[in-house]
């Protein structure tokens, strides 16, 4: 918890700026849990500077797996143990009730909370968080991956970050953003007048790799996200583009290529050693690494159309892994490695489609948006963030891996691109 | 569709007045009073080629002033998730790399784009394909390789907005452009 404050504590910039991005859910789960978040007790002169219990409600609510309870339809609104009433809630029809008070401390504030099972009538959670007036919003994150993760089985991703890339109309500028999962605390990392593609982040969340044009061509660059620091990490001639951390973060997949054909290599970060693991006329590209660091899937077009490849990373064998449709590209793996995510073209639509790798069974997940790309999966293995056209423009938007729960998040400016979501810090 | 129509007969003009081999004399003066006659009706030249059926140095002054035409245009288009060069772009093309054969401290970058669909990476490498095969193309016509630089900025910088057949027809392209030294 102390870690992962000091991580935003320390980034370079910290002028608040307005999310740009505002979280809105298109559909949830038919079996989504009835739950009550009672607001958190309070005892100071002045209001809070962030509404805990409300951050926690619309953490739950956005996820898709939880229909929260608003406070008007609340009869009671306990804060203490003892003055829960279990038949109210019954009579709610909630399967579960948070109740918490906020306190102040010398040095900031003390949130405790319990999670309540109201058909059982017991308490099946108590914890206490600390932390600064300026770690408020983290706090209410951390208590709501808390409560998913209790409740669902599912580690919770309400403390994650993402990295994405904004554009004006013009394609003028190009900004690399940082923000909340659920888009509040937008910080702009890195500015430029030419093209930024390919946000990765690095395994420990310290750091990204993206793809900056700003000295003509595509070069590959890590930055530092507590301190701001830049290093330009592949700049061959040519073209040099979508780096991908290995899952111990050791090394990086990238794609090279010098005379057109863009092949898939692989750097030892220690020695700065580079390996060419392909070596084919078609296009190989969109590299992303297996979870035990031992293969890549990438995209190649050596098939025609582009299609989902696995290269063994020790033998370099390389087998086909999608059939479906003429037009599959840029997999990601899920967390247990059990499914690929990827773009898929049907018709003359693309779309976001899971694969399960070992039944082979292809799932289309999205069909309201348009023109879907860059799908990034979250950390737990729940949802995946996307870019789609909403008249014109673009947004992102996101999906579970099981197609239930879908929302969206559009921005007030602009293009919004390239979503990568961040691991879970530890 | 007016310019391409103008390409077209330009590109005639420009092949009898170079290229021999490229028909028989008769048709090569159909070609050329055919093209006259699509040209607008207030150019000066038109009266000169009506006069000038034989004369060698009218038509190869109407020759340069077609290949100054070709020269200028610099923006070829490709078909969805294809790098191969359109028949129509050809004669352009040509006039390119004859011009920077004849001219060898002439520098090119040629910038390889797609349309905004599909993967941002894989379109990235498309647009790389495609500023390749214009490459290809402008070195097997004299061009030199030192003479030609690729860059692909994939669907990052379209041309147009917008997302029609339309727009994306216009985005999917390789644009060359002259470095001035």
């Known amino acids: 918890m102390v870690k992962r404050s000091l991580i935003l504590l320390f980034l370079l910039m910290t002028s608040a700026v307005h999310a740009e991005l505002v979280i809105e859910v298109t559909q949830g789960k038919q079996s989504a849990i009835p739950v009550a978040v009672v607001p958190f007790s309070w005892q100071g002169s002045q209001p809070l500077p962030e509404d805990i219990s409300g951050i926690i409600t619309n953490d739950l609510a956005s996820s898709g797996y939880f229909r929260t309870l608003p406070e008007s339809n609340m009869i009671s609104q306990p804060n203490n143990l003892s003055e829960v009433v279990y038949g109210d809630w019954a009579n709610l029809r909630q399967d579960f009730v948070v109740i918490g008070s906020v306190e102040l401390l010398p040095t900031g504030y003390a949130i405790q909370f319990h999670v309540l099972d109201v058909h059982q009538k017991m308490e099946i959670l108590r914890h206490r968080v600390r932390g600064k007036a300026s770690q408020l919003r983290d706090l209410a994150h951390y208590i709501s991956d808390f409560i998913f993760e209790k409740i669902t089985g599912v580690p919770g991703v309400f403390s994650t970050k993402l990295i994405y890339v904004t554009t004006n109309r013009e394609r003028t500028r190009f900004n690399l953003n940082y923000a909340d999962a659920d888009g509040a605390r937008e910080q702009l990392i890195y500015t430029s007048r030419d093209p930024v593609i390919s946000p990765a982040w690095s395994p420990d969340g310290k750091k990204v790799a993206y793809v900056s044009f700003e000295n003509g061509h595509s070069e590959i660059y890590f930055q530092e996200l507590a301190t701001g620091k830049r290093e330009r990490v592949v700049a061959f001639e040519g073209s040099n583009s979508a780096p991908a951390f290995s899952p111990d973060g050791t090394k990086l997949a990238f794609v090279h290529s010098k005379l057109g054909n863009p092949d898939i290599y692989v750097m030892d970060l220690a020695s700065r050693k580079i390996e060419r693991m392909t070596n084919h006329y078609a296009i190989d590209t969109e590299p992303q690494w297996g979870v035990n660091g031992d293969s890549i899937y990438f995209t190649s077009s050596r098939a025609g159309g582009p299609q989902v490849y696995k290269l063994d990373t020790g033998n370099k064998a390389v087998t086909r892994v999608t059939y479906e449709g003429a037009y599959n590209a840029r997999a990601r793996l899920t967390a247990d490695g059990r499914k690929l995510v990827y773009v898929h073209r049907s018709g003359d639509r693309f779309h976001i489609a899971s694969q399960d790798l070992k039944s082979g069974l292809v799932h289309i997940l999205t069909s309201e948006t348009e023109l879907d790309e860059s799908p990034s999966v979250a950390p737990n293995g729940s949802m995946v963030i996307y870019a789609a056209s909403e008249a014109d423009r673009s947004i992102l938007a996101a999906v579970s891996v099981d197609g239930d729960v879908k929302f969206r998040l559009p921005s007030k400016y602009g293009d919004v691109r390239e979503p990568a979501w961040s691991p879970i810090f530890k | ?181």
Do not use: W
């Open chain 2, 1 to 181: 569709m007016q310019t391409t129509a103008l390409y077209k007969t330009l590109g005639l003009a420009l092949c009898a007045a170079f290229i021999s081999a490229c028909s028989s004399t008769g048709d090569v003066e159909e070609g050329t009073s055919e093209a006259t006659a699509t040209e607008t009706q207030a150019e000066e030249n038109t009266q000169t080629v009506d006069t000038a059926g034989v004369d060698g140095e009218s038509l190869e002054a109407e020759a340069a002033d077609a290949q100054a035409a070709l020269l200028e245009q610099t923006v070829f288009y490709f078909d969805f998730d294809e790098s191969s060069i359109k028949s129509e772009g050809k004669a352009a093309l040509m006039a390119h790399a004859g011009y920077l054969a004849a001219n060898p401290a002439a520098q090119v970058v040629l910038e390889g784009h797609a349309d905004e669909r599909g993967t941002v990476e894989y379109n990235l490498a498309l647009g790389e394909r495609r500023a390749m095969a214009v490459r290809r193309f402008l070195m097997a016509n004299g061009a030199s390789s030192s003479q030609l630089k690729v860059v692909s900025f994939g669907e990052e910088r379209p041309a147009v907005m917008g997302s029609s057949e339309e727009s994306y027809a216009k985005n999917r392209r390789v644009e060359v452009k002259y470095q001035s030294n």
